[in-house]
């Protein structure tokens, strides 16, 4: 079984500032995909960024961009510029694959992130 | 508009009750996943269905039933309700088949037990 821990709770920024949400996840897996969701009040999951495991390079979406430390077991994001709207729960989630086409995610706790004007 | 198209959005309802919550995926998609998410035990996967067919199955409790209709709708069906059950169903949907890009949320049903 897959575990997934966000360590930080809670966290807050200074708009134009940059934060960095961490992530740990535990598995026997070797294929697997890590994502980054977004939970906006609007309570909509909102896919953030996606990161295959086999490919050493961290991925990045304008001003969201990973740490992928596979050894370690470490998937941080990272969010530059910080913007009033990145304000909402960021979930991190595990996903084996196994190309038999199931698709479970296994989700952190979750981490409410406020951008302070 | 993610393309999953969940109702209804908002459902009260009280103890020993039966509700169904219904799913239509993204169009395309063969997959479809539902999801519980409650403040005691955040997000956690229920059930998968592909194509018409159960392919996975989570911490789905007895009470609770699921299927996929040939047009790939779903349904989530929860009987003998319990206050515990309040929580926000979501529904994913993904091609399905190969690599799972592609896995889109719908805006979720708040169920509220009474």
């Known amino acids: 079984a897959q575990t997934v821990t966000q360590s930080q709770p809670e966290m807050s920024v200074q708009e134009a500032e940059t934060v960095t949400l961490s992530c740990t996840y535990d598995?026997?897996?070797?294929?697997?995909?890590l994502f980054w969701y977004k939970q906006p009040p609007s309570r909509q999951m909102i896919l953030v960024i996606r990161q295959e495991a086999y490919k050493q390079q961290n991925a990045t979406e304008n001003r969201f961009s990973v740490n992928f430390q596979k050894a370690a077991k470490s998937f941080s994001l990272k969010i530059s510029d910080s913007q009033l709207g990145d304000t909402a729960m960021y979930f991190c989630a595990f996903l084996p694959y196994s190309g038999a086409g199931s698709y479970q995610l296994t989700f952190g706790k979750g981490t409410k992130l406020s951008v302070i004007p | 508009d993610s393309g999953v198209t969940q109702t209804p959005k908002h459902l009260i309802t009280a103890t020993g009750q039966r509700v169904t919550l219904r799913c239509s995926p993204r169009?395309?998609?063969?997959?479809v996943y539902w999801y519980q998410q409650s403040l005691d035990q955040g997000l956690q996967f229920l059930i998968q269905?592909?194509?018409?067919?159960?392919?996975a199955k989570g911490n789905i409790l007895e009470r609770f039933s699921a299927q996929q209709f040939p047009d790939l709708h779903s349904e989530l069906n929860l009987s003998s309700l319990e206050l515990g059950d309040s929580a926000l169903y979501f529904c994913?949907?993904?091609?399905?088949?190969?690599?799972?890009?592609?896995?889109?949320f719908g805006s979720g049903t708040r169920l509220t037990v009474v």
């Open positions: 994913a949907s993904s091609p399905g088949g190969g690599r799972p890009y592609g896995y889109t």
């Open positions: 269905y592909y194509n018409g067919e159960e392919r």
């Open positions: 169009s395309g998609d063969l997959s």
């Open positions: 598995t026997s897996e070797s294929n697997y995909y």
